[in-house]
């Protein structure tokens, strides 16, 4: 039952970031700030991070693909964007695995890169028109210190739950 | 007494519960909770309880469907709208000022003489909406960047933020079939 856990955790935030979180952060117009939900990019460096490049890859390909079902209305934005953050932020070093300083270095150099791939794609084909000096103040900042916040939030809870995951893998391998 | 069985009001109207919301806030969609199994159909018209008008169904599958909201920002998402006076101006709802929260009416005739707090209603005459549901009133009037016409600028009635429940609206009398509307290709 235990392999399932990580999927499951995963698709309940994906979820949430459609539907509760929207309700907590309602939009205000004096206030000129857009603040979006990345968990998913951050569980990906996670599991990058402690499984590999090959799990992350696999779980940014397959979530990205359900988001953009779920949410969007181009595929393939997500998918590329989900998938590319699982290749690239693969550093299965026990350095890297010990340190939450690291981990969060590299959850914030995965939602800056997937933020402004996002942004410089949007920006592209005109779907939106926001200038790149606004999109910074008003989306990129607000959208990193939640995702951040998120992380740190998140880390103790989850590496106990990798710990666990993986525990239960070898006990089966025996 | 003129005995006219069909007019451009007539709609049906379903309740639908709002599901979820883009999360990244590029786009603004929005999912009901009723889909191709309980009738809905693209292009139907949104209200929400209130009233006002929130947008239009772009997407429908078995058992939800997604909703373009009028703050959109979309080249395609018009409403062929009307100034409620005496004798109604039309115009339509192109655009939206995320600054200010107002939609933007344009191509009005620039004689009309249009005053603030008059209403907006949808016209009817796009061929999407029904006529008469209530889409805002008006805060501004300037002319537009060619000054050949008018921009007013309109408080939308419904909140885009605080959606619940909606009604979506079948609009029921006639409409032109697309082979109608195209121009002549031989």
């Known amino acids: 039952v235990s392999r399932f856990y990580i999927p499951t955790f995963i698709l309940l935030l994906l979820v949430i970031e459609g539907t509760l979180f929207q309700l907590v952060t309602p939009y205000q117009h004096n206030i000129d700030v857009t603040i979006v939900p990345r968990f998913i990019v951050v ?75 996002q942004y410089g794609l949007y ?5 939106t028109d926001l200038s790149a000096v606004l999109f910074f103040h008003e ?10 916040a998120f992380a740190i939030l998140v880390y103790f809870p989850v590496k106990k739950l990798f710990q666990f995951v993986e525990k239960q893998a070898s006990l089966r391998q025996r | 007494m003129l005995d006219l069985e069909e007019s451009l009001h007539d709609y049906l109207m379903r309740s639908a519960v709002v599901i979820q919301r883009s999360p990244d806030r590029w786009t603004e969609y929005i999912g009901l909770n009723k889909g191709s199994e309980d009738g809905i159909e693209p292009n139907m018209g949104v209200i929400d309880s209130k009233g006002g008008l929130i947008g239009k169904v772009k997407q429908v599958s078995e058992f939800s469907s997604r909703i373009q909201l009028l703050s959109d920002n979309d080249r395609t998402n018009r409403v062929s709208a009307m ?14 000022d995320e600054d200010t929260g107002l939609l933007i009416m344009r191509k009005i005739d620039f004689e009309a003489d249009i005053e603030e707090g008059q209403m907006v209603t949808t016209s009817g005459k796009g061929g999407v909406y029904p006529s008469g549901l209530l889409i805002g009133e008006v805060v501004r009037v300037e002319p537009d960047e060619y000054g050949l016409t008018q921009n007013a600028f309109i408080e939308p009635a419904a909140d885009f933020y605080a959606l619940d429940y909606v009604y979506i609206i079948e609009r029921t009398s006639t409409t032109m079939g697309p082979e109608l509307l195209e121009e002549e290709t031989s």
């Open chain 2, 83 to 96: 100034i409620m006076m005496d004798q109604p101006e039309y115009g339509f709802i192109e655009g939206y």
């Open chain 1, 123 to 127: 920006r592209l084909i005109g779907i």
């Open chain 1, 43 to 117: 569980m990906l460096v996670f599991i990058g991070i402690h499984f590999g490049r090959y799990s992350s890859i696999v779980y940014g390909l397959i979530f990205g693909l359900v988001y953009d079902i779920v949410y969007t209305q181009f595929l393939g934005v997500y998918m590329f964007g989900f998938g590319f953050v699982g290749y690239a932020f693969a550093y299965t070093y026990k350095l890297v695995q010990d340190s939450l300083l690291l981990h969060l270095l590299f959850v914030t150099l995965a939602v800056s890169i997937f933020e402004y791939y």
């Open chain 1, 139 to 148: 989306r990129f900042l607000p959208g990193l210190v939640l995702n951040i």
